[in-house]
């Protein structure tokens, strides 16, 4: 332990020096990430790819071709987004990284399709025919039916991930959906070799485009397969023991060698690859419910569709694939003198584990867990324990969801005027870890800005996709 571990006061500081740098550095590369768009065009007009635009037609086919480019620079972004590298992981957080991936998909599409029907419009207004009927000769020009197959799979993948229409596909049809958008860039990039032209020899362009390609598909490989295989074959994961939590919700022990190594702590989570027969295809992202020993690690797990009810049912001894650890919700994000940890449902595993590792003293500590009904108190015998061992309180609200502005807690505790006040008194000093299913976690966030609490010190976790 170090003197400013020792001295509170020092510590905090330590803590906010901390989070300065990193939401410096988290804004500079957002920022970067986004102006890469910026730095595509000015490239593609500064290497001589734009001839002489004295027609309209000639200006509609520019602007169509600078769309693409931007397009496709953003959906390499995403691609890098979602690649889970360490760095960003550190810098960004799991969390936002998929945030900005997410915001980028919309305007990204927008672009390919003016992308197509500009130049669809321009080449059409020089042949002397109307867009629809250009179609069929740009079908004729090679590689350009890949790029309209590519184009329809990034609108499959981009509708397909609204929420709205994402809540109709299980987690693994949507995933494999999502996949897709590998295979639509892969389709994509012949027809920019041979008709877009941007990496013409000797050009900066052309080094740009290389590298970006280079960093999106090659930080893929590596993070997503080449990395998770080698610690996955290093630890040598295999599932010990299922205990059954409650109906629909089990705990798994996990056993395998010098799983310290792996640096995790608590409320970060893995992604889980479970190999049988059934589930080997598909992964999960789970929060670690207890802190690992060199040996054993423990997640639970509640059954919420077809693929997450498959994971309760695999045997005792199956291989297990990982990737991770990932997130900030730990106890690293913290700034404030004190701390509340609230959760609901299933989302009470990180919680769980944060309170076995967290950096607080008697008295700085606030626990609050909340269920619909008292089957689902997932773990909150383990939680008090902790929390009485640790000094930290511990409150609980069971029953049915209220309604408005209330919706965070149940309609009896919502009757007799509870409020997120009469709770954590001391709000503005307070860091909020929140951790549970979308709808209640937008709930309860919006009742702590509602009530003072600085938008830097709530830390969110959402346990659903």
Not at 317 to 336: D, K
Not at 400 to 414: H, T
Request: glycine share 10%; aromatic share 8%.
């Amino acid at each position: 332990m170090t003197l400013t571990d020792r001295v509170p006061g020092l510590a905090l500081e330590k803590r906010r020096a901390r989070f300065a740098r990193r939401s410096l550095a988290s804004d500079v590369l957002i920022t970067c990430l986004w102006a890469s768009g910026a730095v595509a065009v000015a490239l593609y007009l500064s290497s001589g790819s734009v001839g002489r635009t004295s027609s309209a037609a000639e200006i509609i086919t520019t602007v169509g071709a600078i769309c693409g480019l931007v397009g496709c620079n953003y959906i390499l972004v995403m691609l890098v987004l979602a690649a889970r590298i360490p760095l960003l992981d550190r810098t960004i957080g799991h969390e936002q990284a998929i945030a900005v991936h997410r915001t980028m998909g919309k305007p990204a599409l927008y672009l390919l399709l003016a992308h197509a029907a500009l130049l669809l419009t321009g080449y059409g207004m020089s042949a002397g025919v109307n867009p629809i009927a250009e179609i069929i000769p740009m079908l004729s020009i090679p590689d350009m039916p890949l790029a309209f197959i590519a184009l329809g799979l990034m609108i499959t993948v981009v509708v397909t991930s609204l929420v709205a229409v994402r809540r109709r596909f299980s987690y693994e049809a949507w995933h494999l959906i999502h996949l897709l958008s590998y295979v639509a860039v892969a389709f994509a990039i012949p027809h920019q070799l041979s008709v877009g032209g941007v990496l013409a020899d000797s050009t900066w362009q052309r080094y740009y485009w290389i590298a970006l390609y280079v960093i999106a598909f090659g930080t893929i490989a590596v993070f997503r397969f080449v990395v998770p295989v080698v610690s996955s074959v290093r630890h040598g994961i295999t599932v010990a023991a299922i205990s059954p939590v409650a109906p629909g919700v089990t705990s798994m022990f996990l056993r395998g060698r010098g799983l310290s190594a792996l640096n995790a702590v608590g409320g970060q989570f893995f992604v889980w690859r479970f190999l049988t027969r059934k589930t080997w295809w598909h992964s999960h992202p789970i929060t670690l419910s207890a802190l690992p020993t060199d040996t054993v690690a423990r997640i639970t797990v509640r059954g919420l569709g077809d693929g997450s009810s498959r994971v309760l049912n695999v045997p005792v001894g199956t291989r297990v694939m990982i990737e991770g650890p990932y997130g900030l919700f730990t106890s690293a994000t913290r700034i404030a003198p004190k701390v509340a940890f609230v959760a609901a449902g299933i989302g009470v595993t990180p919680i769980r584990a944060m309170l076995e590792q967290g950096e607080f003293g008697p008295g700085e500590a606030t626990v609050l867990l909340r269920a619909s009904q008292p089957d689902e108190a997932y773990l909150w015998d383990e939680i008090e324990q902790l929390a009485t061992r640790r000094g930290a309180a511990c409150y609980s609200l069971v029953g049915p969801r209220a309604s408005g502005a209330n919706s965070w807690m149940s309609v009896g505790d919502a009757q007799r005027g509870v409020t997120i006040e009469s709770i954590l008194p001391d709000l503005a000093n307070t860091d909020l870890y929140l951790c549970g299913p979308g709808g209640w976690l937008d709930s309860i966030s919006a009742a702590a800005r509602a009530a003072g609490v600085p938008r830097h010190q709530i830390h969110s976790e959402r346990f659903d996709w």
